[in-house]
């Protein structure tokens, strides 16, 4: 009987220390989830600090910094808070963004590397499943072009603050990847009207949405046509669109992205 309540004790014990791990291990993704969502949100706009909803999202920045830095080795932490501060320390610069584009891509890829973040879909995105998922749940307030347009922000009754940004904006458009699109799907954006999809879409359909989201809006080469880009989706998904430009990496590859074709689920991912 008392062998019972022992062993019973540590069961119960051993169940609730599960429990409060697994929320702490929740807690950790979401806080590093929302730290990289607002470290590529402060990268859009040259008035990224005279916004009164961005200062808040700045001092939000710093305080997520220090929730996701204690995680890790005092070694690796100093690398991240180097990283992260030598970009920020660039915030409200006259040429804020396009002076801080080296300083953003590294803070933005030592976090990536220290966290080891799953950048890409265990199975390749179907275009035409993220078209569908676009249209049915998200084209009201994005727009059919991505300029967050849709009809719900031309409804009097319903008040958005902030605004669905227009995706299509160079700032936008150059310094997010398919993963940053992902992310912002599965976990919405807190204090503003982006829903999280984390239980309501597939992991799936949220990257064939972001995939479709990244790259169909084509601004500079909507024309073009044809692929031979030897470049492998796993590589491309984790680049910005910045970074595929400094790597020469430019149309070729991102038609690769753009053709349906590449995206068939039945062709098994490199
Ligand atoms: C009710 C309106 C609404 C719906 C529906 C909605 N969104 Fe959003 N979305 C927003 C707003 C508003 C923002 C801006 C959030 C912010 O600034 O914090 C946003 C931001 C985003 C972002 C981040 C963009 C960036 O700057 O990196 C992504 C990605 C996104 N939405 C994807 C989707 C997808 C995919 C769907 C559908 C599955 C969807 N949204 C449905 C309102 C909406």
Redesign the pocket.
Known sequence: MRTCLFLCLLVLGATAQGRDSREEKRKQTKDLRRFI?LL??SY?DPNYLSHA?MAK?RSELSEKLEQIAVKLSPKKRKKLKDAVGSYMALFGRADFPKGSQKAYSSARATTLELFRVVLIPSQSPNFSVGKK??E???????GSEGK?D?I??KNPK?K?E????D?TKQF?EGS?SPF??????LA????????K?EF??SAH??WS??FY?AHSWNRNDRDRTGTNAKVSMESISKMTGYELKALGLNDQDLRYLRDWRSFDPKTPRK
Do not use: W
Request: proline fraction near 8%; glycine fraction near 8%; aromatic fraction near 12%.
């Open positions: 969502q590529e949100y859009d909803s999202r998922v676009y049915k749940q998200c084209q009201q307030c994005h967050g849709g719900y922000t319903i958005m902030p605004p669905p940004k995706l936008i997010r940053s699109y992902f992310n912002s799907t919405g954006s807190e204090g503003s009207s982006m829903p999809y309501t879409l359909e949220m949405v972001a989201m």
